[in-house]
């Protein structure tokens, strides 16, 4: 598949258009998806992943296809992270069916990926009782990696210049909305239904920890020589030359790892090299204006 992928003479990806659905900022071509994702019937046994973009998706994706496959790497390698943990919401793209198309064609238990703020999930997840797991990402870093990511991504609207960027991601008019709504969404349902809600931080500072309370979740029981293959492999440094987990696939018309690598830096903090005195100073007013109700607090730096 991947070859043909490669293989494939694509022409060159038109960029998506923002819409809104619901009042959330959404790329155009999730239209044709919508009918399909609200009427979508989960099984009690599925489990969903649920990030905004580039808060550790692919990341968190990796960690549990090793829990599940109790570290075997050969198992893990049996194809591309979008297609063991299929994406919700996602288009077709020739040759790869949607995302509806593929977990559809899946033997249950199944893992499904998905970008969407919590009150656009299929209720049907909920009514099934399903497990999710969530990933959030302090807002500085999100932002940098979601724009390096949109420069790359054709598929994406265009980000303009970082400054253009840097307000869209304030207003929420960048695709799957606003972070601060998305974070915001999840955690305060993370209570009511079996959902862990993990931070790329905390990750960061101690993978071995955070991926035992992945396993505890799951209510598996690996030995530690199992868990320490897992922190292991699901580092950056393999992942990103890990074929099967950095996107390598995925044809440059589509992402142009040229412009920025999918596996970037995987780093907290990045976000000094970005944003200037200026910017951090009206994100921080912003930011304590929008996050003063909750609860919710990130690490900007370890
Ligand atoms: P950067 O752009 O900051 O490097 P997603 O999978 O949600 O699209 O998120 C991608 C972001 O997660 C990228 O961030 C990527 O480098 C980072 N990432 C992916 N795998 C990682 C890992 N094993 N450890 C740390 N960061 C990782």
Redesign the pocket.
């Known amino acids: 598949m991947e070859d043909a992928m490669k293989e494939c003479s694509l022409q060159p990806v038109k960029r998506a258009k923002l819409i809104q659905v619901e009042g959330v900022a959404l790329p155009d071509w999730i239209l044709d998806m919508w009918e399909g994702v609200k009427k979508f019937q989960a099984y009690p046994d599925d489990l969903l992943i649920a ?1 905004y ?7 968190i ?2 960690i549990v296809d090793m829990i599940l496959n109790e570290g075997d790497l050969e198992k893990c390698q049996r194809a591309p992270t979008h297609e063991r943990i299929p994406f919700l919401e996602c288009n077709e793209m020739p040759p790869y069916p949607s995302g509806l198309d593929m977990i559809a064609a899946m033997t249950p238990p199944r893992v499904i990926k998905t970008h969407l703020p919590f009150q656009l999930v299929p209720q049907s997840f909920w009514e099934q009782d399903c497990k999710a797991i969530y ?1 959030a990402r302090n807002a500085k ?1 999100n932002l ?2 979601f724009f ?2 949109d420069k790359m991504c054709r598929d994406q609207p265009d980000p303009g210049t970082w400054d253009e960027y840097f307000w869209k991601f304030l207003s929420g008019q960048i695709s799957w909305g606003s972070w601060y709504d998305h974070v915001k969404g999840w955690w305060k349902h993370k209570d009511k239904q079996r959902i862990l809600y993990l931070f ?1 931080e905390d ?2 500072e101690d993978p071995k920890r955070e991926i035992k309370k992945v396993i505890h979740f799951l209510e598996k029981d690996l030995p530690d020589e199992v868990v320490n293959k897992i922190v292991y492999h ?3 440094e ?3 030359n890990n074929p099967m ?1 950095n996107y390598s696939f995925v044809p440059d018309q589509v992402f142009n790892q040229s412009v ?1 690598q ?6 907290v903090g ?1 976000w000094k090299n970005h944003l200037t005195v200026a910017q951090n100073e009206i994100f921080d007013a912003d930011y304590r204006d929008k996050m003063a109700d909750m609860t919710l607090s990130f690490r900007n730096e370890l």
């Open positions: 990030t973009p580039k808060a550790g998706t692919t990341w994706q990796e990933v870093d940098v990696s390096f990511f790329y990750m960061k699901t580092s950056f393999i992942m990103k987990a920025s999918f596996m970037r830096k995987g780093a990045d």
